[in-house]
């Protein structure tokens, strides 16, 4: 599974969001999408494999595709897949 983390910059939002909003996927506008495709691009595969997790700390384990993930005592927060 490829992963990684991202930096504020190198997307198109503005205001208190801006640069590379990646966004919780209730707000998906046009900006939320470039910067989705511009993340995918970047790491080489197609926007329609991104699979993005809220951030958390935590010690409870999830899976996705059978592959284990860290994440908190909430329901796992993926968003992004289309």
């Not at 999408?33 to 511009?38: F, V």
């Not at 991104?50 to 700390?57: G, K, Y």
């Not at 999830?62 to 994440?71: K, N, P, T």
């Amino acid at each position: 599974m490829r992963h990684g983390f991202t930096l504020r910059s190198g997307g198109v939002s503005e205001g208190k969001r801006s640069s590379l909003d990646l966004g919780p996927s209730s707000e998906v506008g046009p900006d939320v999408r470039e910067n989705r495709d511009r993340l995918a691009r970047a790491a080489g595969f197609p926007v329609e494999r991104l699979v993005l997790a809220e951030q958390v700390h935590g010690v409870t384990v999830a899976h996705h595709d059978g592959i284990a993930v860290l994440v908190d005592h909430s329901p796992v927060g993926r968003f992004g897949t289309r």
